[in-house]
């Protein structure tokens, strides 16, 4: 018995002294391996009484798992010094960098004689400017809201009470945080209207552009995470004219002179009259009764708009009869793909830099 | 729904195109999304009796058929169906046709035995969906005689089905009459319902059908009608073909007739077999808790007191109301008398009944948008009068708990015209509402007190009927105007402006930006050295690989990089703007906007998620390490126009930023090469080169060097002041200072030093060379600042270039120990 306790002693001492790597995984035969003292005590069991090889062998046993637990912690110990030199070896005064790209020094100025890379901006980003900028021109403001909703915004308060059938329409990403399906992904930017006129009272000419989300299987025209833009005007006397009207002249700016919209009913919880609206197909102009973008029917259908449903005023606490007002939406991504005539939305996701370094 | 055109010419003459029909039909909100014609007059193919059929004497899978045309003669036909039997009238496509798929037909030997034409099923002919195995389309008896057209036997004209996708707020057009009365109503037309003839047999007894008490409010109208001798029943040929065109299945006479009702009116029902009834009788009432049905469809359904059963008179339940009947008293070919159920139910019920169960039916349909509540009472004169003649009705018991009160809405043309921009004249208004069955009549000047059909339960509401006066309207005749109104500023706001000045300094300084997926997994971040305990996870994620919400850019952009990286890409720079999440752990940490703007305030709980836009920079390739983004660094705090900004030393944790303490912790960031983004005072980010392990885990080469900035707070940096200062006119004098100090002493700490000491005179002051040399200094460098002096008012003595000199060496050695080198 104090055989094995030396055994294991002398084991401790050898495995705690060696001093790297390379000296622990030197020792470790000689401490509890093939040449250890352990071994050699292993070797006499054969010759002993069953209760003495018993007791003899629990003792061997223990030690040897002490000698392996002992050995593990060295191994770590010494690792972890190793990637603190190898890590101070390393160590960089990053504002001496900070400094030497000042202007007036050295290398910054041997830089300038480099040829200079140029980056892209994502297709949808540029795309999504450009809308932006159209809709700034008009007169509208560029409003954002969160990505992460409370049912209240998404749903309720656009005329979607709790088990409201129109809420099927959307496939919606619930998180685990709080009441079972209060919290969610928001699944259009509609909710940041409610934001808006929550927030002040008209008038309202805004625009917001923004991620949304929905539990639609990846396909060459969904993605579960896709760009949206909104418009909402709120103001006294704003009819459905000025919602035809609107989208006229932004289809004009954006896709050129001579496209047009055009509306058809529809149907959605917050607005009241609805509609889808169709743009002039921007690939054949009506001209091409084979086209594979409208069908050959002329117009590809865009988004969803109407005059704002008088209970979402009266859910945000704008007087639905002084006011009247109009918001649409469509997707951004959608937009990016007719601009370029991409089939496959999913190549906005991958980041190939021969994808993105074409725009 | 599948709306055939020759069903809903049966209430409005309507002509014209397909297309211009499709076209009318999308201008009122009736989706069109096919258009299919269908019935072609199928020339060369007759009816032909089958005389015998023969086992082909060298083939298992074809038999011989001999068929008579009328002329008496059998003419032989090999048939790879076996379901017809001697006496059936058969279609048979005569030597010669051509079939509508474009096969024809002549003489030919199979197997060695003559066939003279081929015998047609039901999708050969477009007359009807495939089946599970070959069936030859068996004619009804006695339709007509052999050797006629079939197309004439069957009346056949050619049709039009339109694939319509109804809105679900548009219940009324769940059936032909729906759809065939808007349609008159845009195009102008008259529209009516032929009234069935009602005639009651004294000698059928009247249903007994009863509503219990505690199913009144999921329970609004129960009607019972029996009807005897439905086995006798002569069901026209229309019903079927309509039925198969509307794409429904024909089973058998009686069910065929009440899908046609549903089909044709929008009224579910459903006919039992009364003596397969318990108790010859129906009852309604609430399911037991933990009950059981039995559905049509095989599967056994368990109910809650919440859900509305259709039970016999003995009590024992025999379908879920308004969904889908059970199936004990189920019809069957030998049924000879029916008890039909014609009833009404509360849609809230049916929908959450429905959706529980997961169960879809037409009748769910129907039900859970809203039926109108009379329409039962010509629902069954419709269904007896299909039936034929000699099916004979009783009386029927109806049973009602709520009698509705039809709306009323008031109408101000006014109004009408505010919200649609039109100028309408004042009756205008009621006209085009009066042709949807709308009642208006004037109430006041340009006022109208409006009655709503009880088909449409949709309309509660003054603008619900703008709506429907617009769609008669047509959107199309809107004129287009623009809003007027006064200049009012608006345009970006300054957090907005600032983000696109990143994305253009990023870009021309060579970064691509990408867009990654705002999902990911917990072995995504533990990948890129990040904790996922903070992360937001999704209750319903499209897979686990996507279940947490991103708490940084960095494993997007490392697995964009990758993606490149694998594509040979060689060296690459990519920066990503978008939002992260995170869930704080601790209660009542304070919530950060992130430059969310133009938003109202958050509620409740989603105020306490943390949402918030970071930038993140990331580069690899073989001469990149941790000055790239020291470098990307300063292309944004100069483009920025930053007042302050620097790199100091990091320390996880100091400032409370949201980036590195979760970095520094999940082993992240390169030790020795790691830094704090400062703006203004206050940390704005991290900056450095990732830990070799992360880049070995995403199979990167060389360093990664890598920026990531919390949005807000670097746009809200104090920026430069625009007050205007002449370059001096005055030549400058430069000196150069290379001082030997400790490495624990930060360049940008002797630079600051630097700077103060020479006061107002220094223009510039700029690191130009680093310097170890182990041998000479250990544990020091040498660092060699330049110096521009210049005043604005004069040129500079020796004596002053002199003083400034001194002042900077004795504040660097004072400082940090500094020494002058060659001193």
């Not at chain 2, 004169?381 to 809405?409: C, H, M, N, W, Y």
């Amino acid at each position: 018995m104090n055989d094995v306790q030396s055994a294991l002693e002398k084991g401790r001492a050898l495995i705690m002294e060696a001093p790297s790597l390379e000296a622990l995984r030197a020792v470790e035969a000689e401490a509890f391996g093939k040449r250890s003292e352990l071994a050699a005590i292993t070797a006499t069991l054969r010759g002993r009484t069953p209760d003495e090889r018993r007791e003899l062998g629990k003792a061997l046993q223990d030690a040897r798992e002490d000698l392996d637990r002992i050995y593990s912690e060295r191994l770590a110990r010494l690792e972890a010094g190793l990637a603190r030199e190898r890590a101070a070896s390393e160590r960089l005064d990053l504002s001496e960098a900070a400094g030497l790209f000042s202007p007036g020094g050295g290398p910054l100025a041997d830089l300038l004689a480099q040829p200079l890379p140029r980056g892209h901006l994502h297709l949808v980003t540029q795309v999504r400017e450009e809308l932006e900028d159209i809709f700034v021109s008009m007169g509208f403001e560029v409003a954002e809201g969160p990505e992460v909703e409370d049912d209240w915004h998404n749903f309720e308060a656009l005329n979607m009470p709790p088990h409201h059938p129109a809420r099927g329409m959307f496939d919606t990403f619930y998180l685990k945080a709080g009441p079972p399906q209060s919290v969610l992904l928001r699944t259009h930017t509609s909710p940041v209207q409610v934001r808006l006129m929550e927030s002040r009272q008209p008038p309202i000419y805004a625009v917001a552009p923004g991620r949304c989300f929905r539990r639609d299987t990846p396909d060459a025209t969904h993605l579960p995470v896709f760009h949206q833009l909104e418009a909402l005007v709120v103001d006294e006397g704003i009819s459905m004219s000025h919602l035809a009207g609107a989208l006229d002249a932004f289809t004009n700016a954006f896709f050129g002179p001579g496209r047009h919209a055009r509306l058809r009913p529809s149907f959605f919880p917050f607005t009241e009259p609805s509609a889808e609206f169709d743009v002039t197909c921007w690939v054949c102009d009506g001209r091409d009764p084979n086209c594979r973008t409208c069908s050959g029917s002329g117009w590809v259908e865009l988004g969803g708009c109407g005059m704002v449903d008088p209970a979402v005023f009266q859910a945000v606490g704008v007087d639905p009869e002084r006011y009247t007002g109009f918001a649409w939406g469509f997707g951004i991504d959608r937009l990016a793909m007719a601009r370029t005539g991409l089939a496959d939305m999913r190549d906005l996701l991958d980041n190939d830099l021969r994808f993105i370094s074409q725009f | 729904m599948r709306a055939p055109l020759s069903w809903l010419r049966d209430f409005t003459p309507v002509e014209g195109t397909s297309a211009d029909i499709a076209r009318t039909l999308s201008f009122l909100g009736l989706v069109v999304e096919g258009t299919e014609v269908v019935g072609a007059p199928l020339p060369g193919i007759v009816v032909a009796r089958v005389l015998a059929t023969r086992p082909h004497p060298a083939a298992d899978r074809i038999q011989l058929v001999d068929v008579d045309l009328g002329d008496g003669e059998a003419l032989q036909i090999c048939c790879g169906a076996f379901n017809m039997k001697p006496g059936d009238l058969v279609p048979l496509a005569t030597i010669g046709t051509v079939m509508p798929s474009g096969l024809p037909i002549g003489r030919r030997k199979l197997r060695g035995e003559w066939s003279n034409g081929m015998l047609c099923s039901a999708p050969e002919l477009s007359l009807g969906p495939e089946g599970p195995e070959p069936a030859i389309y068996i004619l009804p008896p006695g339709l007509s005689s052999p050797g006629e057209p079939v197309a004439e036997a069957l009346g056949l004209s050619p049709d039009v089905v339109f694939d319509l996708e109804i809105s679900p707020n548009r219940s009324d057009c769940f059936s032909m009459v729906g759809v065939a009365r808007d349609l008159a109503a845009a195009l102008g037309l008259p529209f009516s319902i032929p009234g069935p003839p009602y005639a009651v047999a004294e000698d059928v007894a009247p249903a007994s059908v009863a509503i219990l008490e505690d199913a009144g409010e999921l329970c609004w109208r129960f009607t019972g009608t029996v009807i005897e001798e439905v086995d006798k029943a002569d069901v026209p040929a229309f019903v079927r073909r309509r039925l198969t065109l509307a794409g429904m299945r024909s089973i058998n006479p009686v069910v065929d007739v009440s899908n046609y009702v549903m089909l044709e009116l929008g009224q579910p029902n459903h006919p039992y077999d009364i003596d397969r009834l318990g108790g010859r009788g129906l009852v309604v009432r609430r399911a037991g808790a933990g009950e059981a049905i039995v559905t049509l469809d095989g599967t056994a359904r368990r109910l809650t007191p919440e859900d509305c059963v259709i039970a016999d008179g003995e009590g024992v339940g025999v379908g879920i109301a308004g969904i889908m009947g059970g199936a004990t008293a189920e019809i069957s070919s030998g049924t000879t008398a029916v008890l039909l159920e014609v009833a009404n139910f509360n849609p809230q019920a049916v929908a959450a009944t429905g959706k529980r169960l997961g169960l879809l039916s037409e009748a769910r349909t129907r039900f859970e948008r809203g039926v109108d509540p009379e329409v039962a009472g010509r629902a069954i004169s419709r269904f007896v009068e299909l039936l034929g003649p000699r099916a004979r009705r009783g009386e029927t018991t109806d049973v009602r708990t709520v009698v509705q009160e039809r709306a009323k809405i008031f109408l101000r043309t006014e109004r009408v015209n505010l919200v649609l921009g039109t100028s309408l004249s004042p009756n205008e208004p009621a006209e085009l509402l009066s042709r949807l069955g709308f009642e208006a009549v004037p109430n006041g000047p340009s006022t109208y007190e409006v009655t709503v059909p009880t088909w449409r339960p949709d309309c509660e509401r003054e603008v619900d009927l703008i709506e429907e006066i617009a769609r008669i309207y047509g959107y199309e005749n809107i004129a287009r105007s623009l809003p007027r109104r006064s200049i009012a500023p608006a345009g970006l706001t300054d957090y907005q402006k600032g983000r696109r000045r990143v994305r253009e300094l990023l870009a021309g300084a060579g970064a691509n930006e990408a867009w990654t997926s705002s999902f990911l997994s917990g072995a995504d971040l533990a990948r890129a050295g990040l904790s996922s305990s903070e992360a937001l996870a999704l209750e319903n994620p499209l897979d686990q690989a996507q279940g947490l919400l991103r708490t940084s850019l960095l494993p997007g952009l490392l697995d964009a990089a990758r993606f490149n990286t694998e594509r040979q890409a060689g060296a690459l720079s990519l920066f990503e703007i978008g939002s992260v999440f995170r869930h704080p752990s601790e209660e009542g940490q304070p919530a950060r906007s992130g430059g969310r703007v133009g938003t109202g305030p958050q509620t409740g709980l989603v105020n306490s998620i943390l949402e918030w836009e970071q930038l993140g920079v990331l580069a690899v390739g073989l001469d990149v390490d941790a000055t790239y983004a020291v470098r990307a660094w300063k292309v944004l705090a100069g483009g920025l126009r930053l007042q302050s900004s620097a790199v100091e030393p990091f320390a996880a944790g100091g400032s409370g930023s949201t980036l590195d303490g979760a970095m520094a912790a999940g082993g992240s960031l390169h030790p020795g090469r790691r830094a704090l983004a400062v703006a203004g005072g206050y940390e704005v980010g991290v900056l450095g080169e990732l830990a070799p392990a992360v880049s070995a885990a995403y199979d990167l080469p060389g360093r990664v060097a890598f920026l990531l900035l919390d949005l807000a707070p670097l746009l809200g940096a104090p920026r430069q002041s625009w007050a205007a200062q002449s370059a001096s006119r005055y030549p400058a004098a430069d000196i150069d200072l290379a001082f030997v100090v400790g490495d624990d002493v930060p360049a940008a700490h002797l630079e600051a030093t630097v700077r103060e000491a020479a006061g107002d005179l220094a223009e510039a002051v700029a690191l130009f060379s680093v310097w170890r040399d182990g041998s000479l200094w250990a544990g020091r460098r040498s660092l060699a600042f330049r110096l521009r002096l210049r005043a604005p008012d004069r040129t500079l003595t020796g004596a002053e270039v002199a003083e400034v000199r001194d002042r900077v060496v004795a504040a660097a050695s004072v400082a940090h120990g500094a020494e002058l080198r060659g001193a």
